[in-house]
Antibody, heavy 122, light 109 residues
Framework: QITLKESGPTLVKPTQTLTLTCTFSGFSLSTSGVGVGWIRQPPGKALEWLALIYWNDDKRYSPSLKSRLTITKDTSKNQVVLIMTNMDPLDTATYYC??????????????WGRGTLVTVSS | EIVMTQSPATLSVSPGERATLSCRASQSVSSNLAWYQQKPGQAPRLLIYGAFTRATGIPARFSGSGSGTEFTLTISSLLSEDFAVYYCQHYNNWPPSFTFGPGTKVDIK
């Protein structure tokens, strides 16, 4: 059974750096065709993809946020870490990590963590 | 950049009725389209991928269709548990990126 769980601070101040950790079980991020991504959702708004790391350590970022994001993995610990710099109140959102699988030629998020709400406020 | 739009924003349906949700891409995405369901306070759940393939454990009352720029999610006979927000999503091969639509809320009529 695949599970994912997000952890990190619930409150950060503007301009600070946010570090979120996704701890997962039930799969290995060294298996071909597997990835873990981060998606966020501001309160009452739509989903926004942030970043994805593949089994081969390839990394992809949302073009609009690329300069502020870093995604890394620790295969031995079954963890994926997302770092977002220069936080702003507009970054207040629930942050989800999700397992991604290659279906044919395309990637989708087939299993999600419960999410963690991060509030940016002074 | 491909933009995904969904209509209507809100769909009011009675239990037992059929619900038809639309998703449109600003340019052709072939059959590279997924649908997710999100209930209040919960994470999204993958329903459909590849435009029409149901994900594991998804009931047959959910069906997807379409290709190119126009896609449809149909819920054949709504149950109370189906009232939720539904998002479409496209994966772009190059540069690799994911784009979600703004969502359609299905509520009780």
């Amino acid at each position: 059974q695949i599970t994912l769980k997000e952890s990190g601070p619930t409150l950060v101040k503007p301009t600070q750096t946010l570090t979120l950790t996704c701890t997962f079980s039930g799969f290995s991020l060294s298996t071909s065709g597997v990835g873990v991504g981060w998606i966020r959702q501001p309160p009452g708004k739509a989903l926004e993809w942030l970043a994805l790391i593949y089994w081969n350590d390839d990394k992809r970022y949302s073009p609009s946020l690329k300069s502020r994001l870093t995604i890394t993995k620790d295969t031995s610990k079954n963890q994926v870490v997302l770092i977002m710099t220069n936080m702003d109140p507009l970054d207040t959102a629930t942050y989800y990590c999700a397992h991604s699988n290659l279906y044919g030629d395309y990637w989708y998020f087939d299993l999600w963590g419960r999410g963690t709400l991060v509030t940016v406020s002074s | 950049e491909i933009v995904m739009t969904q209509s209507p924003a809100t769909l009011s349906v009675s239990p037992g009725e059929r619900a038809t949700l639309s998703c449109r891409a600003s340019q052709s995405v072939s059959s590279n389209l997924a649908w997710y369901q999100q209930k209040p306070g919960q994470a999204p759940r993958l329903l459909i991928y590849g435009a029409f393939t149901r994900a594991t454990g998804i009931p047959a009352r959910f069906s997807g269709s379409g290709s190119g720029t126009e896609f449809t999610l149909t819920i054949s006979s709504l149950l109370s548990e189906d009232f939720a927000v539904y998002y479409c999503q496209h994966y772009n091969n190059w540069p690799p990126s994911f784009t979600f639509g703004p969502g359609t809320k299905v509520d009780i009529k």
